[in-house]
Protein backbone atom coordinates (compact mmCIF):
# COMPACT_ATOMS: atom_id res chain seq x y z
CA UNK A 1 0.00 0.00 0.00
CA UNK A 2 1.57 3.36 -1.06
CA UNK A 3 1.17 6.10 1.37
CA UNK A 4 -0.66 9.71 0.62
CA UNK A 5 1.71 12.23 0.56
CA UNK A 6 2.54 12.03 -2.81
CA UNK A 7 5.31 13.81 -4.18
CA UNK A 8 4.89 16.10 -6.86
CA UNK A 9 7.65 14.56 -8.63
CA UNK A 10 8.99 10.96 -7.56
CA UNK A 11 12.73 10.34 -7.02
CA UNK A 12 14.23 7.28 -8.57
CA UNK A 13 13.50 5.39 -5.53
CA UNK A 14 10.01 6.11 -5.09
CA UNK A 15 9.40 5.73 -8.71
CA UNK A 16 10.07 1.92 -8.57
CA UNK A 17 9.03 1.63 -5.62
CA UNK A 18 5.72 2.95 -7.53
CA UNK A 19 6.92 0.63 -10.66
CA UNK A 20 6.61 -2.62 -8.37
CA UNK A 21 6.61 -3.49 -4.71
CA UNK A 22 9.57 -4.74 -3.73
CA UNK A 23 8.29 -7.78 -1.80
CA UNK A 24 6.69 -8.29 -5.20
CA UNK A 25 10.23 -10.11 -6.19
CA UNK A 26 9.28 -12.94 -3.78
CA UNK A 27 7.14 -14.69 -6.56
CA UNK A 28 9.79 -14.51 -9.20
CA UNK A 29 13.19 -16.05 -7.27
CA UNK A 30 12.65 -19.06 -9.08
CA UNK A 31 12.49 -16.95 -12.18
CA UNK A 32 16.24 -14.97 -11.19
CA UNK A 33 17.49 -18.40 -10.23
CA UNK A 34 17.08 -19.70 -14.10
CA UNK A 35 18.20 -16.88 -15.55
CA UNK A 36 20.98 -15.78 -13.58
CA UNK A 37 22.08 -12.99 -11.89
CA UNK A 38 23.20 -10.80 -15.07
CA UNK A 39 19.81 -10.96 -16.73
CA UNK A 40 17.86 -9.76 -13.48
CA UNK A 41 16.64 -6.50 -14.55
CA UNK A 42 18.80 -3.58 -12.77
CA UNK A 43 16.42 -1.79 -10.45
CA UNK A 44 15.03 -6.00 -9.33
CA UNK A 45 18.93 -7.18 -9.07
CA UNK A 46 20.01 -4.07 -6.75
CA UNK A 47 17.19 -2.52 -5.17
CA UNK A 48 14.05 -5.15 -4.72
CA UNK A 49 15.86 -7.98 -4.16
CA UNK A 50 16.59 -6.81 -0.89
CA UNK A 51 12.91 -6.81 -0.03
CA UNK A 52 13.55 -10.41 0.21
CA UNK A 53 17.12 -10.23 2.26
CA UNK A 54 18.97 -10.62 -0.58
CA UNK A 55 21.92 -8.22 -1.25
CA UNK A 56 23.41 -7.69 -4.93
CA UNK A 57 27.18 -6.86 -3.55
CA UNK A 58 29.01 -4.49 -6.79
CA UNK A 59 32.40 -5.42 -4.80
CA UNK A 60 31.78 -9.41 -5.72
CA UNK A 61 29.19 -9.72 -8.02
CA UNK A 62 27.42 -12.66 -8.33
CA UNK A 63 27.93 -13.46 -4.64
CA UNK A 64 25.28 -11.83 -2.99
CA UNK A 65 24.81 -10.93 1.18
CA UNK A 66 21.34 -12.26 2.52
CA UNK A 67 20.39 -10.50 5.48
CA UNK A 68 18.35 -12.59 7.95
CA UNK A 69 16.08 -11.03 10.66
CA UNK A 70 16.89 -12.28 14.09
CA UNK A 71 14.20 -11.06 16.90
CA UNK A 72 15.87 -10.35 20.20
CA UNK A 73 19.25 -11.65 18.72
CA UNK A 74 18.02 -15.76 19.25
CA UNK A 75 18.68 -18.33 17.02
CA UNK A 76 18.59 -21.96 17.65
CA UNK A 77 21.45 -24.69 17.20
CA UNK A 78 19.38 -25.90 14.06
CA UNK A 79 19.09 -22.27 12.42
CA UNK A 80 22.83 -22.06 13.42
CA UNK A 81 23.86 -25.48 11.81
CA UNK A 82 21.69 -24.57 8.44
CA UNK A 83 23.57 -20.97 8.34
CA UNK A 84 26.95 -22.86 8.37
CA UNK A 85 25.98 -25.58 5.63
CA UNK A 86 24.62 -22.79 3.24
CA UNK A 87 28.24 -20.95 3.89
CA UNK A 88 30.04 -23.90 3.33
CA UNK A 89 29.35 -24.80 0.01
CA UNK A 90 31.08 -21.24 -1.17
CA UNK A 91 34.55 -22.23 0.46
CA UNK A 92 36.49 -19.35 1.10
CA UNK A 93 33.67 -17.01 -0.76
CA UNK A 94 31.08 -18.49 2.30
CA UNK A 95 31.37 -16.42 5.96
CA UNK A 96 28.88 -14.60 7.97
CA UNK A 97 29.02 -11.84 10.23
CA UNK A 98 26.98 -11.08 13.21
CA UNK A 99 25.61 -7.22 12.64
CA UNK A 100 25.43 -4.40 15.31
CA UNK A 101 21.68 -4.73 15.32
CA UNK A 102 22.14 -8.44 16.89
CA UNK A 103 21.91 -10.56 13.43
CA UNK A 104 23.14 -12.63 11.01
CA UNK A 105 24.68 -11.88 7.28
CA UNK A 106 25.28 -14.70 5.23
CA UNK A 107 28.24 -13.99 2.68
CA UNK A 108 29.07 -15.61 -0.89
CA UNK A 109 25.57 -16.83 -1.95
CA UNK A 110 24.09 -17.44 -5.33
CA UNK A 111 21.37 -16.73 -6.78
CA UNK A 112 20.77 -20.01 -8.29
CA UNK A 113 20.68 -21.44 -4.56
CA UNK A 114 18.12 -18.97 -3.11
CA UNK A 115 15.09 -20.53 -3.85
CA UNK A 116 16.58 -23.71 -2.17
CA UNK A 117 17.94 -21.54 0.36
CA UNK A 118 14.60 -20.06 1.48
CA UNK A 119 12.98 -23.45 1.37
CA UNK A 120 15.55 -24.15 3.95
CA UNK A 121 14.97 -21.40 5.86
CA UNK A 122 10.94 -21.81 6.50
CA UNK A 123 11.45 -25.79 7.52
CA UNK A 124 13.47 -23.99 10.68
CA UNK A 125 11.63 -20.86 11.00
CA UNK A 126 13.85 -18.32 9.74
CA UNK A 127 13.11 -15.58 7.21
CA UNK A 128 15.12 -12.66 5.43
CA UNK A 129 11.64 -11.13 4.51
CA UNK A 130 11.59 -6.72 4.69
CA UNK A 131 15.43 -7.45 5.91
CA UNK A 132 16.56 -4.19 3.68
CA UNK A 133 15.66 -0.78 1.91
CA UNK A 134 12.71 0.56 2.59
CA UNK A 135 11.82 -1.54 5.89
CA UNK A 136 11.68 -2.60 9.21
CA UNK A 137 15.12 -3.81 10.25
CA UNK A 138 15.79 -6.39 12.80
CA UNK A 139 13.98 -6.04 16.08
CA UNK A 140 16.64 -5.79 18.88
CA UNK A 141 16.10 -6.36 22.50
CA UNK A 142 17.95 -7.30 25.45
CA UNK A 143 20.12 -10.53 24.77
CA UNK A 144 19.47 -11.24 28.27
CA UNK A 145 15.90 -11.92 27.98
CA UNK A 146 14.71 -14.23 30.36
CA UNK A 147 17.71 -15.41 31.47
CA UNK A 148 18.73 -12.16 33.82
CA UNK A 149 17.63 -11.85 37.67
CA UNK A 150 17.52 -8.26 37.42
CA UNK A 151 15.44 -8.20 34.41
CA UNK A 152 12.46 -5.78 34.48
CA UNK A 153 10.58 -7.08 31.23
CA UNK A 154 11.37 -10.28 29.41
CA UNK A 155 11.07 -9.11 25.53
CA UNK A 156 11.17 -12.04 23.81
CA UNK A 157 7.53 -12.57 23.27
CA UNK A 158 7.05 -8.87 22.36
CA UNK A 159 9.61 -8.21 20.23
CA UNK A 160 8.66 -12.24 18.06
CA UNK A 161 4.77 -10.44 17.99
CA UNK A 162 6.02 -6.94 16.52
CA UNK A 163 7.89 -8.73 13.87
CA UNK A 164 5.08 -11.18 13.21
CA UNK A 165 2.82 -8.12 12.75
CA UNK A 166 5.17 -6.47 10.42
CA UNK A 167 6.21 -9.21 8.50
CA UNK A 168 2.93 -11.00 8.15
CA UNK A 169 4.64 -13.64 10.32
CA UNK A 170 7.79 -13.94 7.99
CA UNK A 171 5.45 -14.43 4.52
CA UNK A 172 5.84 -10.45 3.62
CA UNK A 173 3.28 -7.95 4.13
CA UNK A 174 2.88 -5.11 1.73
CA UNK A 175 1.51 -2.50 4.30
CA UNK A 176 4.94 -2.04 5.51
CA UNK A 177 6.72 -2.61 2.55
CA UNK A 178 6.75 1.02 1.26
CA UNK A 179 8.09 3.13 4.17
CA UNK A 180 9.51 6.30 3.37
CA UNK A 181 13.14 5.12 3.94
CA UNK A 182 14.70 2.15 6.52
CA UNK A 183 13.15 2.10 10.28
CA UNK A 184 14.44 1.12 13.09
CA UNK A 185 12.76 -0.73 16.32
CA UNK A 186 14.27 -1.59 19.84
CA UNK A 187 12.84 -2.96 23.07
CA UNK A 188 14.39 -2.73 25.48
CA UNK A 189 13.65 -4.50 28.89
CA UNK A 190 16.90 -4.52 31.25
CA UNK A 191 18.46 -1.97 32.94
CA UNK A 192 21.34 -1.31 30.47
CA UNK A 193 19.97 0.04 27.87
CA UNK A 194 21.55 -3.43 25.92
CA UNK A 195 20.39 -2.37 22.63
CA UNK A 196 21.03 1.78 21.90
CA UNK A 197 17.70 2.33 22.71
CA UNK A 198 18.27 5.87 22.04
CA UNK A 199 19.55 5.31 18.57
CA UNK A 200 15.83 3.62 16.86
CA UNK A 201 13.26 5.08 15.35
CA UNK A 202 10.69 3.56 18.10
CA UNK A 203 12.58 2.38 21.11
CA UNK A 204 10.70 1.31 24.00
CA UNK A 205 12.01 1.47 27.72
CA UNK A 206 11.00 0.16 31.26
CA UNK A 207 9.30 2.19 33.29
CA UNK A 208 6.55 2.47 35.97
CA UNK A 209 3.14 4.23 35.40
CA UNK A 210 0.80 3.99 38.89
CA UNK A 211 2.80 0.96 39.77
CA UNK A 212 2.89 -0.87 36.86
CA UNK A 213 5.58 -2.18 34.60
CA UNK A 214 6.09 -1.13 31.34
CA UNK A 215 7.61 1.03 28.62
CA UNK A 216 7.97 4.90 28.10
CA UNK A 217 7.99 4.90 24.33
CA UNK A 218 10.88 7.07 22.43
CA UNK A 219 10.71 8.13 18.91
CA UNK A 220 12.85 9.24 15.63
CA UNK A 221 16.32 8.29 16.75
CA UNK A 222 18.39 7.72 14.02
CA UNK A 223 22.00 8.22 12.26
CA UNK A 224 22.32 9.36 8.69
CA UNK A 225 25.26 11.08 6.54
CA UNK A 226 23.35 13.86 6.94
CA UNK A 227 22.47 13.97 10.08
CA UNK A 228 22.14 11.91 13.44
CA UNK A 229 19.56 12.34 16.19
CA UNK A 230 19.22 10.16 19.66
CA UNK A 231 14.97 9.87 19.77
CA UNK A 232 12.83 11.43 21.41
CA UNK A 233 9.92 11.28 24.25
CA UNK A 234 6.54 10.44 22.46
CA UNK A 235 5.51 11.66 26.40
CA UNK A 236 3.63 7.67 26.21
CA UNK A 237 3.41 5.04 28.18
CA UNK A 238 2.53 1.41 27.31
CA UNK A 239 1.56 -1.87 29.51
CA UNK A 240 4.06 -4.74 28.25
CA UNK A 241 1.23 -6.13 26.13
CA UNK A 242 -0.73 -6.38 22.68
CA UNK A 243 -0.86 -2.76 22.80
CA UNK A 244 3.25 -2.61 22.28
CA UNK A 245 2.37 -4.21 18.94
CA UNK A 246 -0.13 -2.22 18.07
CA UNK A 247 1.76 1.23 18.95
CA UNK A 248 4.48 0.09 16.77
CA UNK A 249 1.81 -0.46 13.78
CA UNK A 250 -0.06 2.73 14.58
CA UNK A 251 3.66 4.85 14.01
CA UNK A 252 4.46 2.79 11.58
CA UNK A 253 1.20 3.49 9.94
CA UNK A 254 1.56 7.08 10.05
CA UNK A 255 5.26 7.59 8.87
CA UNK A 256 3.94 5.48 6.15
CA UNK A 257 1.44 7.66 5.24
CA UNK A 258 2.68 10.92 5.86
CA UNK A 259 6.00 10.52 6.43
CA UNK A 260 8.35 12.93 3.74
CA UNK A 261 9.36 11.09 0.52
CA UNK A 262 10.66 13.80 -1.85
CA UNK A 263 13.83 14.01 -0.24
CA UNK A 264 15.60 10.28 0.69
CA UNK A 265 18.23 12.80 3.13
CA UNK A 266 14.98 14.12 4.49
CA UNK A 267 12.93 11.12 4.85
CA UNK A 268 13.72 9.48 8.22
CA UNK A 269 10.56 9.99 10.72
CA UNK A 270 12.81 12.68 13.21
CA UNK A 271 12.36 14.82 9.72
CA UNK A 272 8.49 14.39 10.19
CA UNK A 273 8.59 14.41 14.00
CA UNK A 274 9.93 18.21 13.57
CA UNK A 275 7.54 19.30 11.25
CA UNK A 276 4.80 18.27 12.58
CA UNK A 277 6.11 18.64 16.03
CA UNK A 278 5.88 16.44 18.98
CA UNK A 279 2.11 16.86 19.88
CA UNK A 280 0.89 16.96 16.55
CA UNK A 281 2.53 13.55 15.78
CA UNK A 282 1.48 11.78 19.26
CA UNK A 283 -2.36 12.99 18.23
CA UNK A 284 -1.73 11.28 14.76
CA UNK A 285 -0.93 7.78 16.56
CA UNK A 286 -3.62 8.14 18.69
CA UNK A 287 -6.36 8.91 16.14
CA UNK A 288 -4.46 5.95 14.23
CA UNK A 289 -4.52 3.72 17.30
CA UNK A 290 -8.13 4.81 17.86
CA UNK A 291 -7.93 5.54 21.14
CA UNK A 292 -5.56 7.97 23.55
CA UNK A 293 -2.75 6.90 24.93
CA UNK A 294 -1.46 7.04 28.66
CA UNK A 295 0.89 9.59 28.99
CA UNK A 296 4.23 8.60 30.57
CA UNK A 297 5.06 10.04 34.27
CA UNK A 298 8.27 8.64 35.58
CA UNK A 299 11.74 8.74 34.26
CA UNK A 300 12.59 5.22 32.96
CA UNK A 301 14.18 2.41 34.74
CA UNK A 302 17.86 2.27 32.98
CA UNK A 303 20.06 2.86 36.00
CA UNK A 304 23.33 0.71 35.11
CA UNK A 305 26.12 1.09 33.41
CA UNK A 306 25.64 -1.49 29.99
CA UNK A 307 27.28 -4.65 30.46
CA UNK A 308 29.27 -6.43 27.60
CA UNK A 309 27.83 -10.11 28.69
CA UNK A 310 31.63 -11.91 28.37
CA UNK A 311 32.60 -14.26 30.42
CA UNK A 312 30.45 -16.97 32.64
CA UNK A 313 27.69 -15.69 34.63
CA UNK A 314 24.78 -17.30 36.56
CA UNK A 315 21.40 -17.12 35.44
CA UNK A 316 18.26 -16.11 37.41
CA UNK A 317 17.35 -20.02 36.99
CA UNK A 318 19.13 -21.70 39.43
CA UNK A 319 21.61 -24.07 38.33
CA UNK A 320 22.32 -22.34 35.19
CA UNK A 321 24.38 -20.24 33.44
CA UNK A 322 25.53 -18.32 30.04
CA UNK A 323 28.76 -18.22 28.68
CA UNK A 324 29.44 -15.16 26.45
CA UNK A 325 32.18 -15.29 23.73
CA UNK A 326 33.97 -12.76 22.12
CA UNK A 327 33.27 -13.15 18.34
CA UNK A 328 36.20 -10.99 16.80
CA UNK A 329 34.57 -8.06 14.07
CA UNK A 330 31.61 -10.15 14.31
CA UNK A 331 32.98 -12.22 11.39
CA UNK A 332 31.68 -16.36 11.76
CA UNK A 333 33.36 -19.25 9.59
CA UNK A 334 31.11 -22.02 8.68
CA UNK A 335 32.80 -24.56 11.19
CA UNK A 336 32.61 -21.59 14.00
CA UNK A 337 28.71 -21.80 13.45
CA UNK A 338 28.84 -25.76 13.84
CA UNK A 339 30.83 -25.59 16.74
CA UNK A 340 27.99 -23.07 18.05
CA UNK A 341 25.29 -25.28 16.90
CA UNK A 342 27.16 -28.28 18.97
CA UNK A 343 28.10 -26.65 22.03
CA UNK A 344 24.41 -24.98 22.60
CA UNK A 345 23.07 -28.49 21.97
CA UNK A 346 25.23 -30.69 24.13
CA UNK A 347 25.94 -28.25 27.26
CA UNK A 348 23.21 -26.01 27.26
CA UNK A 349 19.33 -25.89 25.88
CA UNK A 350 20.38 -25.50 21.69
CA UNK A 351 19.81 -21.69 22.00
CA UNK A 352 22.50 -19.03 20.77
CA UNK A 353 22.04 -15.42 21.53
CA UNK A 354 23.59 -12.34 19.74
CA UNK A 355 24.78 -9.08 20.79
CA UNK A 356 24.79 -5.51 19.23
CA UNK A 357 28.71 -5.77 19.93
CA UNK A 358 28.21 -8.43 17.36
CA UNK A 359 29.30 -11.41 19.61
CA UNK A 360 27.54 -14.12 20.53
CA UNK A 361 26.20 -15.99 23.97
CA UNK A 362 25.18 -19.55 25.23
CA UNK A 363 22.39 -19.19 27.67
CA UNK A 364 21.47 -22.39 29.90
CA UNK A 365 24.17 -24.31 30.45
CA UNK A 366 23.90 -26.65 34.09
CA UNK A 367 26.27 -26.21 36.12
CA UNK A 368 27.69 -29.62 36.15
CA UNK A 369 28.59 -28.76 31.90
CA UNK A 370 30.45 -25.60 32.16
CA UNK A 371 33.73 -27.03 33.01
CA UNK A 372 33.50 -29.17 29.67
CA UNK A 373 32.05 -26.00 27.78
CA UNK A 374 34.76 -24.16 28.60
CA UNK A 375 37.00 -26.97 27.57
CA UNK A 376 36.14 -26.88 23.91
CA UNK A 377 38.52 -25.74 21.23
CA UNK A 378 36.29 -22.39 19.66
CA UNK A 379 36.84 -20.65 23.07
CA UNK A 380 40.52 -20.47 22.22
CA UNK A 381 39.48 -18.91 19.28
CA UNK A 382 36.26 -16.79 20.89
CA UNK A 383 37.83 -15.80 24.35
CA UNK A 384 35.98 -14.78 27.00
CA UNK A 385 38.70 -12.60 28.35
CA UNK A 386 40.12 -10.20 25.64
CA UNK A 387 42.24 -7.76 26.46
CA UNK A 388 40.21 -4.39 26.53
CA UNK A 389 40.67 -2.76 23.09
CA UNK A 390 39.56 -6.58 21.39
CA UNK A 391 36.94 -6.98 23.86
CA UNK A 392 34.94 -3.36 23.16
CA UNK A 393 35.56 -3.44 19.06
CA UNK A 394 32.83 -3.16 17.15
CA UNK A 395 33.13 -2.80 13.57
CA UNK A 396 30.98 -2.46 10.35
CA UNK A 397 31.20 -4.44 7.03
CA UNK A 398 33.81 -1.99 5.45
CA UNK A 399 35.46 -2.25 1.66
CA UNK A 400 35.54 -6.06 1.54
CA UNK A 401 31.83 -5.99 0.47
CA UNK A 402 30.28 -2.76 0.72
CA UNK A 403 30.50 -0.28 -1.76
CA UNK A 404 29.76 2.93 0.21
CA UNK A 405 32.98 1.90 2.09
CA UNK A 406 35.94 4.70 1.79
CA UNK A 407 37.98 2.46 3.80
CA UNK A 408 38.41 -1.27 4.88
CA UNK A 409 37.45 -1.66 8.64
CA UNK A 410 36.97 -5.33 9.77
CA UNK A 411 40.69 -6.25 9.58
CA UNK A 412 42.59 -2.66 10.23
CA UNK A 413 40.38 -2.49 13.19
CA UNK A 414 41.61 -6.19 14.72
CA UNK A 415 44.73 -5.48 13.34
CA UNK A 416 44.83 -2.14 15.01
CA UNK A 417 43.50 -3.11 18.40
CA UNK A 418 45.61 -6.43 19.25
CA UNK A 419 48.55 -3.69 18.38
CA UNK A 420 47.81 -1.37 20.69
CA UNK A 421 46.72 -4.06 23.18
CA UNK A 422 49.73 -5.45 22.98
CA UNK A 423 51.71 -1.78 23.36
CA UNK A 424 49.54 -0.95 26.25
CA UNK A 425 48.47 -1.87 29.68
CA UNK A 426 44.60 0.01 29.35
CA UNK A 427 42.77 -0.03 32.83
CA UNK A 428 39.17 -0.11 31.77
CA UNK A 429 37.30 -0.96 28.51
CA UNK A 430 37.84 1.35 25.86
CA UNK A 431 34.88 0.68 23.31
CA UNK A 432 36.12 1.54 19.55
CA UNK A 433 33.50 1.38 16.95
CA UNK A 434 34.73 1.35 13.02
CA UNK A 435 32.35 2.52 10.62
CA UNK A 436 33.26 2.75 6.89
CA UNK A 437 31.37 5.76 5.74
CA UNK A 438 28.78 8.19 7.03
CA UNK A 439 26.30 6.07 6.73
CA UNK A 440 27.07 4.81 10.91
CA UNK A 441 26.60 1.31 10.74
CA UNK A 442 28.79 0.75 13.18
CA UNK A 443 27.86 3.47 15.55
CA UNK A 444 31.05 5.87 16.29
CA UNK A 445 28.72 8.13 18.11
CA UNK A 446 27.73 5.67 20.69
CA UNK A 447 31.67 4.83 21.14
CA UNK A 448 34.23 6.22 23.50
CA UNK A 449 36.15 6.53 20.09
CA UNK A 450 34.52 6.09 16.95
CA UNK A 451 36.03 5.69 13.74
CA UNK A 452 34.93 6.98 10.60
CA UNK A 453 35.74 6.05 6.89
CA UNK A 454 37.12 9.31 5.05
CA UNK A 455 39.44 9.83 2.25
CA UNK A 456 42.51 12.08 2.81
CA UNK A 457 45.48 14.22 1.00
CA UNK A 458 48.58 12.80 2.24
CA UNK A 459 52.11 13.35 0.32
CA UNK A 460 50.29 14.28 -3.22
CA UNK A 461 48.28 11.38 -3.01
CA UNK A 462 44.93 10.14 -1.53
CA UNK A 463 44.97 7.42 1.15
CA UNK A 464 42.53 5.88 3.18
CA UNK A 465 41.78 7.66 6.48
CA UNK A 466 39.45 8.40 9.11
CA UNK A 467 37.30 11.10 11.38
CA UNK A 468 37.58 10.59 15.32
CA UNK A 469 34.61 10.62 17.29
CA UNK A 470 34.47 10.56 21.26
CA UNK A 471 32.26 11.43 24.47
CA UNK A 472 29.83 8.48 22.93
CA UNK A 473 27.79 7.49 26.19
CA UNK A 474 26.03 4.15 26.38
CA UNK A 475 23.58 2.46 28.77
CA UNK A 476 22.49 4.91 31.83
CA UNK A 477 21.86 8.24 30.60
CA UNK A 478 23.12 7.33 26.79
CA UNK A 479 24.65 10.39 24.60
CA UNK A 480 26.10 10.60 21.45
CA UNK A 481 29.71 11.33 20.57
CA UNK A 482 30.54 13.82 18.35
CA UNK A 483 33.72 14.27 15.64
CA UNK A 484 36.82 15.56 17.74
CA UNK A 485 39.79 15.39 14.77
CA UNK A 486 38.92 15.19 11.02
CA UNK A 487 40.73 13.27 8.02
CA UNK A 488 43.51 11.31 9.85
CA UNK A 489 45.46 9.43 7.25
CA UNK A 490 45.02 5.06 8.37
CA UNK A 491 48.79 4.81 8.11
CA UNK A 492 48.93 7.82 11.26
CA UNK A 493 46.11 6.20 13.19
CA UNK A 494 48.30 4.12 15.34
CA UNK A 495 49.87 6.94 16.98
CA UNK A 496 46.77 9.04 16.97
CA UNK A 497 45.31 6.25 18.88
CA UNK A 498 47.74 5.95 21.46
CA UNK A 499 47.99 9.09 22.36
CA UNK A 500 44.07 9.62 23.09
CA UNK A 501 44.38 6.23 25.09
CA UNK A 502 47.68 7.48 27.37
CA UNK A 503 46.15 10.92 27.70
CA UNK A 504 42.45 10.40 28.28
CA UNK A 505 41.82 6.49 29.16
CA UNK A 506 44.91 6.49 31.85
CA UNK A 507 46.83 3.92 29.32
CA UNK A 508 50.13 2.96 30.39
CA UNK A 509 53.22 1.95 28.08
CA UNK A 510 53.82 -1.48 28.38
FE1 LIG B 1 23.64 -0.09 7.66
C1 LIG B 1 23.12 0.84 4.45
C2 LIG B 1 25.39 -2.73 6.68
C3 LIG B 1 23.42 -1.33 10.79
C4 LIG B 1 22.70 3.01 8.78
N1 LIG B 1 24.10 -0.85 5.86
C5 LIG B 1 23.77 -0.34 4.66
C6 LIG B 1 24.11 -1.31 3.53
C7 LIG B 1 22.89 -2.13 3.26
C8 LIG B 1 24.55 -0.60 2.25
C9 LIG B 1 24.75 -1.53 1.10
O1 LIG B 1 23.81 -1.86 0.40
O2 LIG B 1 25.89 -1.98 0.92
C10 LIG B 1 25.25 -2.11 4.22
C11 LIG B 1 25.43 -3.54 3.76
C12 LIG B 1 26.91 -3.89 3.75
C13 LIG B 1 27.15 -5.35 3.84
O3 LIG B 1 27.43 -5.99 2.81
O4 LIG B 1 27.14 -5.87 4.95
C14 LIG B 1 24.91 -1.92 5.68
N2 LIG B 1 24.18 -1.78 8.54
C15 LIG B 1 25.01 -2.71 8.00
C16 LIG B 1 25.44 -3.73 9.03
C17 LIG B 1 25.65 -5.13 8.45
C18 LIG B 1 26.74 -3.24 9.71
C19 LIG B 1 27.45 -4.32 10.50
O5 LIG B 1 28.54 -4.72 10.06
O6 LIG B 1 26.92 -4.78 11.51
C20 LIG B 1 24.29 -3.58 10.04
C21 LIG B 1 23.12 -4.48 9.71
C22 LIG B 1 22.05 -4.41 10.75
C23 LIG B 1 20.95 -5.38 10.50
O7 LIG B 1 21.10 -6.54 10.91
O8 LIG B 1 19.94 -5.00 9.88
C24 LIG B 1 23.91 -2.12 9.80
N3 LIG B 1 23.07 0.67 9.47
C25 LIG B 1 23.16 0.03 10.65
C26 LIG B 1 22.97 0.95 11.72
C27 LIG B 1 23.14 0.64 13.23
C28 LIG B 1 21.89 0.33 13.96
O9 LIG B 1 20.83 0.06 13.37
O10 LIG B 1 21.99 0.35 15.19
C29 LIG B 1 22.76 2.20 11.14
C30 LIG B 1 22.56 3.54 11.87
C31 LIG B 1 21.25 3.60 12.57
C32 LIG B 1 20.11 4.04 11.69
O11 LIG B 1 19.83 3.38 10.68
O12 LIG B 1 19.48 5.03 12.02
C33 LIG B 1 22.83 2.01 9.72
N4 LIG B 1 22.98 1.62 6.78
C34 LIG B 1 22.71 2.80 7.42
C35 LIG B 1 22.44 3.81 6.43
C36 LIG B 1 22.09 5.30 6.70
C37 LIG B 1 20.62 5.44 6.87
C38 LIG B 1 20.10 6.82 6.59
O13 LIG B 1 19.02 7.14 7.10
O14 LIG B 1 20.72 7.57 5.83
C39 LIG B 1 22.57 3.18 5.17
C40 LIG B 1 22.38 3.83 3.78
C41 LIG B 1 20.96 4.02 3.42
O15 LIG B 1 20.04 3.43 4.01
O16 LIG B 1 20.74 4.78 2.47
C42 LIG B 1 22.91 1.82 5.43
FE1 LIG C 1 28.90 0.08 4.34
FE2 LIG C 1 29.17 2.55 5.21
FE3 LIG C 1 27.45 0.90 6.42
FE4 LIG C 1 30.04 0.48 6.72
S1 LIG C 1 28.94 2.34 7.41
S2 LIG C 1 28.51 -1.06 6.19
S3 LIG C 1 30.84 1.13 4.79
S4 LIG C 1 27.28 1.65 4.36
Not at 104 to 118: A, H, S, T, Y
Not at 238 to 248: F, H
Not at 430 to 457: E, Y
Request: with cysteine.
Amino acid sequence: MVGTAKPSKLNKFEQFKADKDGLAVKDELEKFAQLGWEAVEKNDLEHRLKWVGVFYRPVTPGKFMVRMRTPNGIVTSEQMRLYAEIVQRYGEDGSADITTRQNIQLRGVRLEDIPEIFNRFEQVGLTSVQSGMDNVRNITGSPMAGIDADELIDTRELVQKVQDMITNEGKGNYDFTNLPRKFNIAIEGGRDNSVHAEINDIAFVPAYKDGELGFNVLVGGFFSAKRVAAAVPLGVWVPPNEDVVKICRAILTVYRDRGLRANRQKSRMMWLIDEWGMDKFRSAVEQQMGKSLATATEEDLIDWEKRDHLGTFAQKQPGLNYVGMHVPAGRLWSQDMFDLARMAEVYGSGEIRLTVEQNALVPNIPDENLDAFLAEPLLEKFTLSPKPLERSLVSCTGAQFCNFALVETKQRALALARELDAELEIPNKVRIHWTGCPNSCGQPQVADIGLMGTKVRKDGKTVEGVDVFMGGKVGKEAKLGDRVQKGIACDDLKSTLKDILLEQFDAKPL
